[in-house]
């Protein structure tokens, strides 16, 4: 009689310990599969944040173009108020004023603040599946001239222009641009008078992400 009592404690025993690695197993899958989750969501993140970056990045590109064509051209840029904007607001950039009586955003002469607004699908070439990828992304930019340390891109302490040695003013010269997107004031040189402008440009992603980025710009006049 004490054997068989012996051997049934020992199949109690059994199960209980079979029933505790079932349980630790569990929960170790559980944690695994979290785990691996976690990680998928952080990855897919981060794509979005970096998508959203070269959104802003085309920008910036966007916007140089447009002032390299005004050089071209030999059009004289002027501040004008802001006005409304889509996504891109000033308080994104700390180096800008929150008084937009001195915050103003450049334009030709008799015309108006230029700012651009676009998706990223013109960039899809003839893929239907990218455009409609890309769609989900825009960025939104504007212009002004490089803010002072209160922020004023008007009637600030920093020079409007700046004479530098070496070659004349006029059209027909290329915008230069500092070596990366920053917040400091410090500047390529080309030939003739130069005036420093600041391009501020979103992009917008996934999940309603926003990233702000600007470039400082010197250009010939």
């Not at 302490?157 to 530098?164: G, Q």
């Amino acid at each position: 009689m004490k054997i068989k009592k012996y051997k049934k404690s020992e199949k109690g025993f059994v199960i209980v310990l079979a029933i505790l690695l079932l349980l630790v197993m569990s929960l170790m899958g559980t944690t695994l599969i979290v785990i691996a989750s976690n990680d998928h969501k952080g990855n897919k993140l981060r794509d979005y944040n970096q998508q959203t970056f070269y959104a802003a990045e085309t920008g910036i590109q966007e916007a140089k173009e447009y002032l390299n064509q005004q050089v071209q051209k030999g059009v004289k840029l002027k501040p004008y108020d802001i006005g409304p904007l889509n996504f891109c607001k000033t308080a994104f950039f700390p180096n800008l004023s929150s008084n937009m009586n001195y915050v103003k955003a450049i334009g030709p002469e008799n015309g108006s603040a230029r700012k651009g607004w676009a998706s990223m699908s013109h960039l899809g070439g003839s893929d239907e599946t990218e455009k409609k990828r890309l769609k989900k992304y825009q960025y939104e930019w504007f212009i002004t001239q490089t803010p002072d340390i209160n922020g004023h891109t008007i009637g600030s302490s920093l020079p409007k222009s700046k004479e530098v040695e070496g070659g004349s003013s006029g059209s027909g010269q290329n915008i230069s641009e500092s070596s990366l997107y920053v917040q400091e004031n410090k500047f390529s040189s080309t030939g003739g008078s130069s005036y420093y402008y600041t391009i501020y440009s979103c992009g917008k992603g996934e999940n309603d992400i926003i990233v702000p980025i600007e470039a400082v710009v010197l250009v010939p006049q």
